[in-house]
């Protein structure tokens, strides 16, 4: 009924922009990722499309090849998309190169302000350089690495027992990464309901970006730092710290002592089948996935649990992810693209927005007394939220991830060299690309 | 038939069905495994341990054809009971359709390109092999070892600059330009095979017809593409299946207008996660028309060139 | 069909073009026949890459367009020279490249040479047999990444069946010494029919009154085989062998798919390099570089066989 509704008012929505030939009606492109939420995004742009008289095109790409795809389109001036929601390490190139539109006019000419937004979200996916206030970006979908957990195995009384006399505590979210890595041995290789299960599912992947996701979340709460925090691209002795070392040997026994066989490449997609499919206790994933858990038919409906990632020596963080929507400076149809971003930073837009599953990064939606219970993951969202840190968004991001992803992966999946050879071998990389760039 | 001493015993030959029946058998599991898939539920699509025996359900299908989001109360109460079959298998999985997807569009953009390049190259390649295999051509093994050349440089080593110069000829994302696209990079294997083909055919034939009065012309579509056919349908084949599953190119270059199915197949996505069984069911239908293409075409393929007979 | 089309359209076609194209001479004809595929294959495949070598000579980045583009002469070529990781990317090409044309050709020459046993019902197991190849490679790479998972895939459960090993202890890319191997079978699994289907073209060219001749020298089967079938399936079998050559040497999509070039670095071909260096670090000018050496080392390679292939065939 509703679907014949929708096709009904999206024909005549067509034919209405066809013969009203007015100027104003545009056809948008908007281009992101596929997955989950690009669903529900189509599903919140219809009102836009009513409000506007402008119709909405969508072009979705796989995460592995979207970097591959949409930075050759933006780099070669490309008119497909009118709109990106670009991944974050974008925005350094975005700006610099003047791929994306500033957008500080026209945030102050409609009275949309950053301070509306969740500070990570706004350094994170807006700001370029980072820290001041020069936007080429609104927060659209906030997103962070945090870890989901099999309750209702947790919560088995014969388990909770063994594992009370193994390690001397309670069996629950653990408070710390040490614990995290007892509770994915004290699961690894374990008989439940007749099929073997093991530890934890965490990123390895060696293509695109997936082990540089994983490790970090170990990395930062062991002490690593990208660069001396009181002089910029000071990177010797912060990121091949002490800490950094024990950081990255932790994610290897991590690796080796509390994932399944064969968990040598995997990354999201990986991650969710391996978790869905009853594998693994627990799983690291971006917070984007939570939605589609609790709705899910085998660990769904409170049978899963969800933290952020444990604290380490060095204290607590956690990877961001998540993007900004930015309006494509080689557009011809900027207006009607701005028009896009006015109506999207709307707080009732917002407040849909989460309701159809994206994570709203508008503090008026989160900070809702409503909120936290709105959803089981909701508290630990906020919580996540809170403690993010990201990976270089330099121009040269991608010089900077291709041998980080290459020094990790060889150190935690091939064992090859030691946890310090890896890391320094970063160092001399990241370096090397600095000199390049003529930033150092 | 009449008893040749070359005929293979009945036990060679029921040793040799034996050998190639088992090879056949092995060969086809995963193929057999992706199809069963777009029949599974996507739970039982990763099911630990694998599941052989399942509940077939065409909830791969319906995803692959619809885009579907999760449904909100207010939008369940809105939308009311689902009318149709597909809808109540959409409904069980708590979302609802928001429209037909775009894997119609993208099959239909594979059967332009695919059959259009095929096409193409076919009529190019025979004349080129016929001229190859009949005429002085001045330094013809020169020309065609530089046709063989062009299949040597990897697709991403010549993506930038096609990239840039079909934006500039205004060819980037269009059926014509893919068209002409993978009819350059396979003609390479087509002159190179429907030569072997066409110098197999005696040359006495033509020259039969030009003394009759045919022109070179009428003796080349009289006399030598009938003899050639069989080359030129198994040929058809390799270039059609090439087109058909291009995959890195067709990222690169195509997008909203003229994409194909294999870089869309993958980016299939269901409630959380990849949804396997669409995946599937998108590479099952996928398959089908080289697959029937094959089968029609597979006298030729398989007879290979049993004119060689005659060869001297 | 056709011919029937082609005559229809050669009647209606004017006396006067007729004439002129009777009076064309054949070496008219020939370039005329020739010319389209040449005047095409300039425009798609050779200019570009003319553009790619000149590329190869600067220090161009597609996305760094407000920086000035400088000639560097051949800085980038010695820098991939004298670069040890690609001499391990080569390896790892090499492994695959090897492997994958041996066992393809050992596997699809047996297979033809017993489909061309014609025993009962070999054209439907034939065709049975092509299916694989029709398969779009990066689906079949996503596939077999599934297949190969050792909870959820059917591999390892198949192997632990036949051997009595435990499906959980080996994985087959998660391995630095078994990932090699894994995107090998992959690779066979898909391309063996294309080898088979070429080597059964020669032996069914092959006329019977070279073997009748032979059995009446009282040649035995064994003889027979050296002496009569393999030369003469050879031409085939060669022309076999360099397509599958040069495919997998640009051998992209399915194994980055299947492996993403790890683990570490042990499935990385060149070809997922030098998308690395094109697409992800955008280093233009140097990924050109990278290209024009591969394609030299293809083009040289594959000349030295071409001639080798056509001295075979004029024996």
């Known amino acids: ?440 | 038939m009449s008893f040749s001493v070359t005929e293979p015993s009945a036990r060679t030959k029921w040793f040799a069905g034996l050998l190639v029946v088992g090879y056949a058998i092995v060969t086809l599991i995963p193929l057999l495994w992706i199809i069963a898939t777009g029949f599974k539920s996507p739970a039982d699509s990763i099911a630990y341990p694998p599941v052989v025996v399942f509940e077939p359900t065409l909830e791969g299908y319906v995803n692959l054809f619809t885009d579907r989001t999760r449904a909100t109360e207010g939008m369940l109460e809105e939308a009311g009971p689902p009318t149709t079959w597909y809808e109540e298998i959409v409904r069980e999985r708590g979302t609802v359709i928001t429209g037909p997807s775009r894997y119609g569009e993208r099959f239909l953009n594979s059967v332009i390109i695919g059959f259009g390049s095929t096409a193409l190259c076919m009529l190019l390649g025979t004349m080129a092999a016929y001229a190859f295999s009949r005429f002085r051509v001045p330094l013809k093994d020169d020309l065609l070892f530089f046709i063989l050349s062009t299949r040597m440089m990897p697709p991403i080593a010549v993506a930038i600059p096609i990239f840039l110069m079909f934006r500039s000829l205004g060819l980037n994302d269009t059926h014509l330009g893919m068209i002409l696209l993978y009819t350059a990079v396979n003609l390479s294997l087509s002159v190179w095979l429907l030569k072997g083909f066409i110098d197999e055919i005696p040359i006495e034939y033509e020259e039969a017809a030009l003394i009759d009065g045919y022109t070179r012309f009428q003796a080349f579509y009289k006399v030598v593409l009938p003899q050639a056919a069989t080359g030129i349908a198994s040929t058809a084949i390799f270039c059609l299946i090439f087109a058909w599953n291009e995959y890195a190119f067709a990222v690169l270059l195509t997008s909203g207008n003229a994409q194909t199915a294999p870089p869309f197949i993958p980016t299939i996505i269901g409630v959380a996660g990849k949804d396997w069984p669409a995946v599937a069911a998108g590479a099952t239908i996928f398959l089908v028309p080289v697959m029937v293409f094959t089968i029609l075409l597979r006298k030729h393929l398989l007879r290979g060139i049993t004119f060689g007979a005659v060869r001297k | 069909m056709t011919n029937h089309a082609i005559e229809s359209a050669a009647k209606q076609t004017p006396d006067g073009l007729a004439r002129r194209i009777r009076g064309l001479s054949d070496r008219a004809i020939a370039w005329i026949f020739v010319a389209p595929t040449i005047i095409l294959l300039l425009a798609v495949n050779i200019f570009p890459l003319i553009w790619t070598i000149r590329l190869s000579f600067t220090n161009f980045r597609v996305n760094r367009p407000n920086k000035d583009v400088e000639w560097v002469g051949l800085r980038n070529y010695e820098r991939i020279l004298s670069d040890s990781d690609i001499w391990n990317t080569m390896q790892a090409t090499a492994h695959f490249l090897i492997w994958t044309i041996v066992l393809q050709v050992l596997i699809g020459f047996t297979l033809a040479y017993l489909i061309n046993k014609k025993f009962k019902g070999n054209d439907l197991w034939t065709t049975i047999i092509v299916f694989p190849m029709m398969l779009s490679p990066a689906v079949v790479g996503n596939f077999w990444t599934f297949l190969y998972q050792p909870q959820i895939g059917l591999f390892n459960y198949a192997i632990a069946f036949f051997t009595g090993a435990d499906p959980a202890s080996f994985s087959m890319i998660g391995d630095v010494h078994l990932a090699p191997w894994a995107i090998v079978i992959a690779d066979t699994w898909m391309w063996t029919p294309f080898v088979m289907l070429i080597c059964l073209a020669g032996l069914r060219s092959i006329p019977d009154s070279i073997y009748e001749a032979a059995e009446c020298d009282r040649a035995s089967k064994w003889r027979q085989f050296w002496t009569i079938t393999i030369p003469m399936a050879l031409p085939f079998l060669m022309l076999a062998v360099l397509f599958r050559g040069i495919e997998n040497f640009k051998m992209f999509d399915l194994v980055v798919q299947l492996t993403g070039g790890g683990p570490g670095n042990t499935t990385t071909l060149t070809s997922i390099d030098l998308k690395r260096e094109a697409f992800e670090r955008w280093r233009t000018g140097y990924s050109s570089a990278y290209a024009v050496i591969l394609f030299v080392t293809v083009f040289g390679l594959a000349s030295i066989y071409v001639k080798a292939l056509n001295k075979v065939k004029e024996r």
């Open chain 1, 1 to 440: 009924m509703r679907t014949k509704l929708f096709t009904t008012a999206g024909i005549g929505a067509m034919l209405a922009v066809s013969v009203a030939s007015s100027a104003q009606a545009e056809d948008l492109t908007l281009c992101w990722a596929a997955w989950d939420p690009a669903n529900a995004l189509i599903e919140l742009s219809k009102d836009f499309e009513a409000e506007s008289g402008h119709s909405m095109s969508f072009e979705f790409v796989p995460w592995t090849s979207f970097a591959d795809r949409m930075l050759n389109e933006l780099n070669s001036g490309g008119q497909l998309c009118d709109l990106m929601i670009g991944d974050s390490q974008w925005i350094g190139g975005g700006a610099e190169n003047g791929h994306y539109v500033k957008l500080n006019d026209f945030f102050d000419a409609n009275g949309i302000t950053m301070d509306d937004f969740i500070p990570a979200t706004v350094t994170g996916y807006a700001e370029w350089p980072k820290g001041t206030p020069n936007y080429y970006a609104l927060p659209a979908f906030g997103d962070v690495v945090g870890w989901t957990y099999r309750k209702d195995w947790f919560e088995r009384p014969e388990l909770q027992s063994e594992f009370k006399d193994t390690y001397g505590r309670e069996l629950g979210v653990p408070a710390s990464l040490e614990e995290l890595k007892d509770i994915a041995e004290f699961f690894q290789g374990r008989d439940i309901d007749g099929t073997t299960v093991y530890g934890a599912a965490i990123y390895t992947e060696r293509g695109s970006e997936g082990i540089t996701m994983g490790v970090t979340n170990a990395l930062y709460n062991y002490g690593f730092e990208y660069e001396n925090p009181d002089q910029p691209y000071d990177i010797d002795g912060f990121a091949n710290s002490e800490g950094a070392v024990a950081g990255l040997e932790f994610y290897k026994e991590l690796y080796e002592t509390g994932t399944p066989p064969g968990s040598s490449n995997w990354y999201m997609g990986e991650n969710i089948d391996a978790y869905r499919s009853g594998q693994v206790a627990m799983q690291m994933n971006f917070a984007f996935i939570w939605p589609g858990v609790e709705a899910d038919a085998n660990v769904g409906s409170g049978r899963s649990g969800y933290f952020p990632n444990p604290a380490g020596p060095a204290g607590q963080f956690a990877q961001l992810g998540g993007q900004g929507i930015s309006v494509v400076a080689y557009s011809e149809k900027q207006d009607a693209a701005l028009e896009y971003i006015q109506w999207f930073a709307q707080p009732e837009i917002q407040a849909k927005w989460w309701e159809l599953g994206g994570y709203s990064a508008l503090k008026a939606v989160v900070e809702d007394p409503g909120f936290a219970s709105s959803q089981p993951y909701a508290q630990t969202f906020l919580d996540s939220m809170a403690i993010v840190k990201d990976f270089w968004a330099e121009p040269a991001y991608a010089d900077l991830l291709i041998p980080m992803q290459e020094r990790i992966h060889n150190y935690v999946v091939a064992g090859e060299g030691s946890a310090q050879e890896a890391l320094d071998g970063l160092v001399r990389d990241w370096i090397e690309v600095f000199e390049d760039e003529g930033k150092l």
